[in-house]
C-alpha cells in the first residue's frame, strides 16, 4: 500500500492563510517557518502539519508580537500548541472586551454631545481606567509565556477587589513618579527607585527575570497598544521607562551577562 502525504505549494498555503508568497518567502529567511521540503525545481512544498505551526505565528502576530520574538517561542524547549492557544483565547477575549468598552463609550459620547444623554467627566474617560491599563499591562507580559498564563490568572483571582484596585492605584502612582523622575534622567537616583517599585509591582501578576523585564520595557515601546496608553500619560514616558530599565540592569549585571 502506497501513503500519501499532502503537501500544499507556495501559491496555496499564500491562499489559505489570506497571506503573500512574498511573505512565506520572508518567513523561510529568516527562519521562522520553513518548507518541509524544497523540490529540484526550486519550489517550496508544506506538509499539512506546517497550517498549524502558521496558524501559531500569524495569531501572534495579531498580538502585536515581532516576528524575531515569535521566532524565539516557538523554538523554545516547552512550547506547546494548546497552552498556546489557550494564552491566545484568553487575549484575544481580553482585547475584545476592550474594544467593546472603547465602542461603547464612543457611542455614549455621541450622545452626550448631541444632548441626548448626559456623562460625568469620569464616565468620559472610563474606558481608559486605572483598571484597564493594569489589564494591558498583565497582558504584555503574559505573551511572553503561555505557561505563565495559569499561573498568573490564579493569583489574580485570589485578590480581593479592595487589594486589585490598591494594586491598581500601585501601578499608576508608579508611572506618576516616572513622568516625575524624566527631567532627572535615566540613571537618576529617583528613576532608578521607580524601576525598582516597578519590578517588585510586577510581582503582584509574575516575577519577571532580567530578560523578560526588558523585553516587557521595550514591548511599552514596539507594542502600538501601549504605546499609545504610555502616550496619553506623557509623550516620552515609554522610551524613559526603557531607557531606566537598561540602567537598572546593567547595575544588576555590569558585565551584561
Known amino acids: 500500500m502506497v501513503y500519501t502525504v499532502c503537501m500544499f505549494t507556495v501559491k496555496q498555503i499564500s491562499a489559505l492563510a489570506h497571506i503573500t508568497p512574498r511573505t512565506l518567502h520572508y518567513y523561510d529567511e529568516i527562519g521562522l517557518f520553513k518548507p518541509s521540503l524544497v523540490g529540484e525545481n526550486g519550489y517550496r512544498y508544506y506538509a499539512e502539519d506546517s497550517l498549524l505551526l502558521l496558524q501559531q505565528i500569524l495569531l501572534y502576530r495579531e498580538l502585536d508580537l515581532p516576528l524575531l520574538e515569535i ?8 512550547f506547546e500548541v494548546m497552552n498556546a492557544l489557550e494564552s491566545h483565547k484568553l487575549l484575544i477575549h481580553r482585547r475584545i472586551l476592550r474594544l467593546q468598552r472603547l465602542a461603547q463609550t464612543v457611542d455614549d459620547t455621541l450622545s452626550h454631545l448631541q444632548g441626548e444623554k448626559n456623562m460625568s467627566p469620569q464616565q468620559l474617560f472610563a474606558a481608559f481606567s486605572d483598571e484597564e491599563q493594569a489589564k494591558m ?18 493569583k489574580w483571582k485570589k485578590y480581593s477587589d479592595a487589594e486589585k484596585e490598591r494594586i491598581f492605584a500601585e501601578g499608576n502612582a508608579v508611572y506618576t513618579d516616572f513622568i516625575q523622575a524624566i527631567p532627572k534622567g535615566p540613571a537618576s537616583p529617583e528613576a532608578q527607585a521607580c524601576v525598582a517599585r516597578w519590578r517588585e509591582h510586577m510581582d503582584y501578576f509574575w516575577t519577571p527575570d532580567e530578560a523578560q523585564l ?21 509623550p516620552g514616558l515609554a522610551a524613559f521607562v526603557l531607557g531606566a530599565v537598561k540602567v537598572y540592569l546593567l547595575k544588576e549585571d555590569p558585565k551584561g551577562h
Request: negative net charge; charged residues 30%.
Open 71 to 78: 521566532k524565539k517561542i516557538l523554538e523554545s524547549s516547552d
Open 137 to 154: 499591562e498583565q497582558e504584555a507580559m503574559l505573551l511572553y509565556d503561555p505557561e505563565i498564563v495559569k499561573a498568573s490568572n490564579a
Open 214 to 234: 526588558l523585553a516587557l520595557a521595550e514591548g511599552y515601546n514596539t507594542d502600538p497598544r501601549f504605546k499609545s496608553n504610555f502616550d496619553q500619560m506623557h
